[in-house]
């Protein structure tokens, strides 16, 4: 790798604008995102966090703006989808495993079927990513046997199994129970000092603080505030981050 | 009663045709069943491309295929093709009938469970590079087997039944054999039989499905 890599932007988001009907959800966002960072986005809900995430891998197609994607504008004509999908991961709130599959087939159907790779290169590949979330000993069991966590930490594993240049994670501890939400965000930790770049929509501030590189706060559909996590925190410049926070934190 | 319904001498006559009227119920049995789903499913995934017009006609059709009788349907054509120039036989009519009856309840079975597979499996599975096709074969589909597979058995249990229709357009299966052999020897014997050998091969079919079914419920 070379060192350029390390501050060069994978995402650039610009103006973006999406609408449903006559609801404008994102009325213009500008965000980009550097290799290797980790990037947070807070904001109550219905305000678009979700949407903007799945923007970027076009599971919603913005009405306005542009995004791009390792310099490509994603929404070009001649893009394939299926083929950027492959580059960016996406880890859902409801874990969305598939349940009528084991672990490990729940890891290596994209790599199959969608990237072309034999089936012991797969499950090789398959084991390799379910170790590195910790539950490689669960790879035959089914999403149904499994936690919360560790459905969670599967899903991680199906979307890192793919090798994707940026994961995007839609709250993804939102529906663990508590204990179990510990689990999931070490599976993070590790991932952010092995290097991928993350933008992760979550309300688990206590750990945005001790690992996010920023913080982005959404309200209405815009960018309120963003920056480090200690001045998002610690000295919120706009009224409405402050307002946010207090809410949030006296819950 | 006795020598009406269950004369042991008619009995012996009669059986080799029932015998043989059995292989055609049987024959076009499974004719129809893997034709009819095989079609149902074709539909249903034609049916999830989202494409207004194929769809409207889609429903239009399936529609008319439910709701007119099989027997209607199995009449109207054998007398009526011959008038535009085709000339089937009447196994041929009744596989083709009762295949488009099948596939007609078929398509609304699969439909139906399609659409009750979370929408966010489709997201999980496009998000990882699949195409909408393969999203649905390999994802999607799997699991809306699962839901429909008991209304399918019991369809076709039921179509398979109804392969007896096939008798008013004298195709010699077991019921046609029967009501032959009825008015032959003026006696009812022969439909004693004929019920004897519908329980033959509907009963294993029956203990089949339900074995099918438990086989495929989840594993939790």
Redesign the interface.
């Known amino acids: 790798m070379q060192l350029t890599h390390l501050s060069r932007t994978i995402l650039e988001i610009e103006g973006l604008r999406k609408s449903f009907g006559d609801a404008e959800v994102l009325k213009g966002v500008d965000l980009s995102v550097t290799v290797e960072e980790l990037v947070f986005i807070i904001g109550p809900s219905g305000s678009g966090k979700s949407t903007l995430l799945r923007c970027c891998n076009r599971l919603e197609d913005a009405s306005g703006g542009t995004i791009r994607f390792d310099g490509g504008d994603i929404s070009a004509p001649g893009v394939d989808v299926n083929e950027l999908r492959r580059h960016i991961g996406m880890v859902f709130q409801s874990f969305n495993l598939y349940p009528h599959l084991s672990a490990l087939a729940n890891v290596t159907l994209a790599l199959q079927k969608a990237a072309g790779q034999s089936k012991d290169e797969a499950e090789e590949r398959g084991r390799a990513v379910l170790d590195r979330v910790g539950l490689l000993e669960k790879a035959g069991a089914y999403p149904g046997e499994l936690s919360g966590g560790q459905q969670q930490r599967v899903a991680i594993a199906r979307a890192l199994a793919l090798e994707p240049r940026i994961l995007l994670m839609d709250e993804p501890t939102s529906a663990l129970d508590p204990e179990l939400v510990g689990s999931v965000l070490n599976v993070i930790r590790e991932l952010k000092a092995s290097g991928m770049t993350m933008v992760v929509v979550s309300h688990e501030m206590q750990f945005a603080r001790e690992a996010a590189d920023r913080v982005v706060f959404i309200d209405h559909g815009e960018i309120v505030e963003e920056g480090p996590p200690d001045k998002i925190f610690g000295a919120p410049e706009r009224e409405r981050t402050r307002a946010f926070l207090q809410r949030i934190l006296k819950a | 009663m006795i020598d009406s319904f269950f004369n042991p001498q008619i009995m012996r006559q009669v059986l080799p045709s029932i015998i043989d009227g059995m292989l055609i119920t049987v024959a076009l049995s499974i004719l129809v069943i893997l034709s009819g789903t095989a079609l149902g499913l074709g539909l249903a995934t034609v049916r999830t491309l989202q494409n207004k017009p194929t769809n409207l006609l889609i429903v239009f059709v399936v529609d008319v295929f439910r709701a007119i009788p099989p027997l209607v349907i199995l009449i109207v054509a054998f007398f009526a093709l011959p008038y535009v120039g085709i000339q089937l036989s009447g196994f041929v009519v009744a596989w083709l009938c009762l295949s488009l009856v099948l596939a007609a309840f078929c398509e609304e079975i699969f439909w139906a469970s399609i659409l009750s597979v979370?929408k966010?499996?489709w997201?999980?599975?496009?998000?990882?590079?699949?195409?909408f096709l393969?999203t649905l074969r390999?994802?999607v589909l799997?699991?809306a087997m699962?839901l429909a597979l008991p209304p399918l058995t019991n369809r076709a249990i039921a179509i398979g039944k109804s392969t007896a229709l096939a008798s008013v357009v004298a195709v010699p299966e077991i019921l046609n054999q029967a009501t032959s052999a009825q008015a032959q020897f003026a006696n009812s014997t022969p439909l004693t039989l004929a019920a004897l050998a519908y329980l033959a091969i509907f009963i294993p079919l029956v203990v089949l499905s339900r074995r099918i079914e438990s086989r495929f419920m989840?594993?939790?």
Do not use: C, L
């Open positions: 979370h966010g499996q997201e999980a599975a496009r998000s990882t590079g699949f195409t393969q390999y994802v799997p699991q699962r989840w594993k939790h």
